[in-house]
């Protein structure tokens, strides 16, 4: 058991939380203006693929992450585009950009790099790992909590901002408004269809930033299909936490973990592909436990907003 | 003048919902807004509202030309709707409903505990007191009622534009409502309120205007007119008066004894429900919304499964029987919610009509299109359902006109019983006059019918007999020829009967 639940399998959750913990908030925010958002696992991998676009032609991480939320973002400016301005339901697009997305993926990286399968390329910098002054000297915390990528704790400052921008914030307010009845909300002047675009972006900046952990923060190599069901697995984190962002970070770090699990699994002699079930086994548990109201309500708004 | 309309005519294609119409409000004043269903009551104040902008004419407000463009405009210019269906947001607390739109804020933070105290003093000022921190959800029509008007004053309306405001709330929060109006009416604002209940209006109103088919056919003092006149000019004719044969003593139709449901709570939501409605009789089931009137009618048609007691019905034993097999023994049901039960709002008006009818109009399981044609289009020139035509979608037609088709559908199963459940939420006067007109001459025919509704005025209009429910109980029979109002409404807040 010591073996198992060592320093390096949290370390490593904290790591694999990231991408998951970054769409799902995402996802959170779509859902808070009544836009069920299922591309989440499309726009991520965009994000994946385009960091390490970026990564190859600058040579430079910075602009590699920004080249990524571009991407994103304008992946996403096409699910509000379809989703808000056409009406189409918002399911069906999210199906439709998740398809999209892989195809798309898949056809660059053999236009662009000339490869199958995966790209990988020593000479590319993936994301610096940053040790904090002060918390690395703890014993175990030190170990745990430093030495990640900046997305790390990007991330977990992002769920702060998040919480106190819905439930502080005059705009966040008024965004939780247009989610909640957008009729009403409508017929007091509110502006709910850039609200919702505002959100849907937000989203896709998410989701880029997610990506770009992904294939620079984890590993520095882009695979086809990499995300392999974390954006679906950061939906679940979603619902799980009510859109909340310190509930969908609880779960996301639920998630994470398992994924750390999985793969500290794997070296146990135990089958592999028994240990990667692991996650997604546990995402079907959690969806059994809240099979309540929130998963609902989450529905119904799905299905008002394709009206 | 505080508020003149002149001239507004709208068009849309080569449909005139508003053609010339003259509008003018007083400062202070009460002006009721009337007329049937379609009649252009609401497009002409959608119009102010700046929802719609009109093809031609002029809004003056103290005599100077505006134009909004939108409802942010209409509430600068200090008018406020509140809507027929409340705009409300039901996981949020009272104040936050209220303050939306104009928060008092500090920095970019939403400062929700100023926002609590300015909704407290707004509800003293106006006498509509609230507890600000409670949610929507929580709380009953009439209240939420109150929260749609003080956030109208708290955008800081002059001009309040009321649509059906009484449809949905109990004769006690009706009473409330006219009190909290006329009060603020006596601090200076003034109303616009569109009503079908004349009786309110008669009530309540300075002055009454009436529109037919887009036109004004009249503005009165109320003082001055009466409601026999205010449904002439709302219908162009004289409405016929509707009489009453004796009721038949025939056969037991429905026999329910002893029907209990136990809810989640302590209190059962029907504590042994026992009633029988025979041949040729119409029994009146009154009582405010929420004493167990649902859960009868769904025990009754097999909605629901009964905790205790027996349901009969021609004599047979139907307890706990499917809903198909009770309707093919007899039963037909006009609901009391028409969008949750009555209609699929996305089918079309032939389609609605067909269902609980598809079973004869059927070979092998292949629809006959031209018998569901003829039978649908029937009902439509019968009942005078204004459609486009039967493949236009039922959410396209007025509510008046969508119950019509309801009414018809069920009417023609030509079933020995009939449960009509608010067969009349919502509809005008001329639409209410067919309906009440049908189900009289069913039981002339020898129909049984339950008739469920929280309209006295209906309730005494077409019962024999008078059942009140309170609280899951009934609590007093009345012959209709003796039961007075006062007597009803005494039974229906659980008070005794007198005499």
Known sequence: MDQLFDVSLFASTLRLVTPILLAALGGALCARVGLFNVGLEGLVLIGAFSAIVGNHFTGNVLSAVLFAILCSLLFSVLFGYMSIHLRANVIVVGIALNFLALGLTTFSLRAIFDVKGAYYNKDMVGLPKWDIPLLKDIPWLGDVLSGHSPLVYLSILIVILLQLFLFKTVTGFRLLAAGENATAAKSLGIKVTRIQYGAVLMCGVLCGLAGAQLSLGNVTMFTEGMTSGRGFIALVATMLGQSNPLGVAASSLLFGFMDALSIRLQGFALPTHFTMMLPYVVTIAAMLFFKDKGYMQEARKANESSR | ?499
């Not at chain 2, 009249?218 to 026999?228: F, P, S, W, Y």
Request: charged letters at 25%; aromatic letters at 4%.
């Open chain 2, 1 to 499: 003048m505080l508020l003149e309309m002149e001239k507004i005519t709208k068009s849309y294609g080569n449909v005139t919902a508003n053609s010339d119409v003259c509008f003018t409000l007083r400062k202070g004043e009460i002006h009721a807004l009337v007329g049937e269903n379609g009649a252009g009551k609401t497009t002409l104040m959608r119009i102010l509202y700046g929802m719609e902008s009109p093809t031609s004419g002029e809004i003056r407000l103290d005599g100077k030309g505006v134009s909004f463009a939108s409802p942010a405009d209409a509430i600068a210019h200090k008018i406020g709707m509140v809507h027929q269906h409340f705009m409300l947001f039901p996981t949020f607390t009272i104040a936050e409903n209220i303050v939306i739109g104009r928060e008092p804020s500090k920095g970019i933070g939403f400062d929700r505990q100023a926002a609590a105290a300015t909704v407290e003093q707004l509800g003293k000022q106006f006498g509509m007191p609230v507890d600000p921190r409670k949610k929507v959800a929580d709380c009953s029509l009439g209240l939420q009622q109150r929260v749609e008007i003080l956030k109208v004053l708290h955008q800081g309306a002059e001009i309040i534009i009321l649509d059906e405001p009484t449809g949905v709330l109990t004769p006690l929060e009706v009473g409330e409502l006219l009190v909290a109006i006329k009060g603020l009416a006596a601090q200076g604002k003034s109303f616009i309120l569109i009503s079908h209940k004349l009786q309110e209006i008669m009530e309540i109103a300075d002055r009454i205007t009436v529109l037919r088919d887009g036109k004004v056919t009249g503005t009165v003092e109320a003082k001055d007119t009466d409601a026999e006149e205010l449904s002439r000019l709302m219908v162009g004719r004289e409405l016929i008066q509707l009489s009453r044969k004796a009721a038949g003593t025939g056969k037991p139709v429905l026999e329910a004894d002893n029907v209990t449901i136990n809810g989640a709570r302590t209190k059962p939501l029907l504590g042994g429900v026992s009633l029988q409605v025979n041949e040729g009789e119409i029994v009146g089931i009154a009582g405010i919304s929420g004493n167990g009137q649902s859960e009868l009618i769904q025990a009754i048609s097999g909605l629901m499964k009964i905790d205790g007691g027996s349901v009969k019905l021609l004599g047979q034993d139907v307890t706990g029987a499917t809903v198909k097999t009770i309707r093919e023994r007899g039963l037909a049901h006009i609901p009391e919610d028409r969008y949750q039960w009555g209609v699929a709002k996305d089918a079309t008006v032939m389609e609605n009509g067909l269902m609980g009818h598809a079973g004869k109009h059927q070979r092998y399981g292949v629809l006959s299109g031209p018998g569901i044609r003829s039978m649908v289009g029937e009902w439509v020139s019968r009942f005078g359902i204004k459609t486009g035509s039967l493949s236009t979608k039922a959410q396209y037609l007025s509510g008046g006109n969508l119950q019509k088709l309801i009414v018809a559908r069920e009417l023609a199963q030509k079933t020995p019983f009939l449960i009509a459940a608010e067969p009349t939420r919502g509809v005008d006067v001329g639409a209410m006059e067919i309906i009440h007109g049908e189900l009289l001459k069913k039981r002339d025919e020898g129909g049984a019918i339950l008739l469920v509704s929280s309209e006295l005025t209906e309730i005494l209009k077409l019962s024999d007999r008078i059942l009140v429910m309170f609280e899951g109980r009934i609590v007093g029979e009345l012959a209709a020829d003796h039961a007075t109002e006062e007597q009803i409404s005494l039974l229906m807040a659980g008070g005794k009967a007198v005499g």
